[in-house]
């Protein structure tokens, strides 16, 4: 992320402690200053862990649906990973139609369109469209979690050897 940054930036890496203040106050800054740097990594650390978390139940449910529905099946790891991608672009159609449903998308837009025809950028309106959206994908990760896990759980009831 910090390489990242450094690029976007234009700046060359040499490592000084220099860059790496700047970089986590313009972090904090980045966040409309209502979070200091450290605690917008950590935030961006733990959202990313949730997301890592929900993509593994995604397999798992994945892997168990294939070994339920198609046990004898020769191509186990294609129908899996057909599985996967089936699963994971309903829970896309799923977000859109939530985001939609809280107009989130659309205030997304709006703001980020004002911002690039007045080349003002409101920190304010910038950090609460990242808190709003952070928070809902937290919340919508964490349901699918849950429920891929009971999912799981009860296909496996049925003593799948996986």
């Known amino acids: 992320m910090y390489l990242n940054f450094l690029y976007a930036k234009g ?17 904090g800054d980045i966040y409309g200053g209502a979070l200091p740097g450290p605690l917008a990594i950590f935030l961006i650390y733990m959202v990313q862990l949730i997301e890592w978390f929900g993509y593994i139940m995604v397999a798992i449910l994945a892997i168990t649906i294939r070994k339920t529905l198609f046990a004898q099946s020769r191509h186990g790891g294609l129908l899996s990973f057909v599985v996967f991608i089936v699963v994971y672009t309903v829970m ?6 939530i985001m939609t449903a809280f107009s989130f998308a659309n205030k997304y837009i709006d703001a980020f369109s ?11 309106l910038y950090f609460d469209i990242i808190r709003n959206y952070i928070l809902l994908a937290v919340v919508l990760w964490f349901i699918y979690i849950v429920v891929f896990y009971f999912i799981s759980a009860k ?8």
């Open 92 to 97: 896309q159609i799923i977000n859109f139609f």
């Open 11 to 27: 700046l060359y890496f040499d490592g000084s402690t220099g860059d790496v203040r700047y970089f986590i106050d313009a972090l």
């Open 155 to 162: 296909l496996l009831t049925k003593r799948v050897d996986l």
């Open 114 to 124: 004002t911002m690039a025809e007045t080349d003002v950028i409101d920190s304010t």
